[in-house]
T-cell receptor
Framework: DGGITQSPKYLFRKEGQNVTLSCEQN?????MYWYRQDPGQGLRLIYYSQIVNDFQKGDIAEGYSVSREKKESFPLTVTSAQKNPTAFYLC???????????FGPGTRLTVL | AQSVTQPDIHITVSEGASLELRCNYSYGATPYLFWYVQSPGQGLQLLLKYFSGDTLVQGIKGFEAEFKRSQSSFNLRKPSVHWSDAAEYFC????????????FGQGTELSVKP
């Protein structure tokens, strides 16, 4: 079955540590996105990528980094510079810019 | 500013009753519009979308939405709610020429009474 997988589902991190969230898709989509979701808020865009080896900052990129070495993969690193990293992180992909986005199941990150 | 407003944070309806979730957007043109649903701890699932054409769009699970340009609205409706519809609903739009990002509303949490 085609889809988007995110791992792990739950992640715990100590303050000061970097952590990487995985996102993989087998939909052959060109574009991939990372969103952050906080309680009572909508989703906010962290980074997005439309082609391999290229990505752009979204609205809240500070404290995060990404790479896009393969079409199928778009990992997100939450660095120690992110002041409030505890949140639910969602990865999405789409065929092209403007098409509907398909979402993964999410990773819940908790900083201890 | 580009934004989506979902005025109702939480709505409770009885099973079998009709439902309307409100959504208003702020944008200088007609955007591509979407409604997504999210169950607790899960990702988002697309319910329906509007790109152009007929302003009444049908989606999955018996949902429909009507685009009204004059009101900048894209309200979601369902004639008869089922207990399994309890979830959070997000309205969003895609502003053109901005890299494909979606702008989301704050979400409306739907509870269904038996």
């Amino acid at each position: 079955d085609g889809g988007i997988t995110q791992s792990p589902k739950y992640l715990f991190r100590k303050e000061g540590q970097n952590v990487t969230l995985s996102c993989e898709q087998n939909l052959n989509h060109d574009a991939m996105y990372w969103y952050r979701q906080d309680p009572g808020q909508g989703l906010r865009l962290i980074y997005y990528s439309q082609i391999v080896n290229d990505f752009q900052k979204g609205d809240i990129a500070e404290g995060y980094s990404v790479s896009r070495e393969k079409k199928e993969s778009f990992p997100l690193t939450v660095t120690s510079a992110q002041k409030n990293p505890t949140a639910f992180y969602l990865c999405a992909s789409s065929k092209l810019q403007g098409n509907e986005q398909f979402f993964g199941p999410g990773t819940r990150l908790t900083v201890l | 500013a580009q934004s989506v407003t979902q005025p109702d944070i939480h709505i409770t309806v009885s099973e079998g009753a009709s439902l309307e979730l409100r959504c208003n957007y702020s944008y200088g043109a007609t955007p591509y519009l979407f409604w997504y649903v999210q169950s607790p701890g899960q990702g988002l699932q697309l319910l329906l979308k509007y790109f152009s054409g007929d302003t009444l769009v049908q989606g999955i699970k018996g949902f429909e939405a009507e685009f009204k340009r004059s009101q900048s609205s894209f309200n979601l409706r369902k004639p008869s709610v089922h207990w399994s519809d309890a979830a959070e609903y997000f309205c969003s739009f895609f502003p053109l020429n901005q890299g494909g990002k979606l702008i989301f509303g704050q979400g409306t949490e739907l509870s269904v009474k038996p």
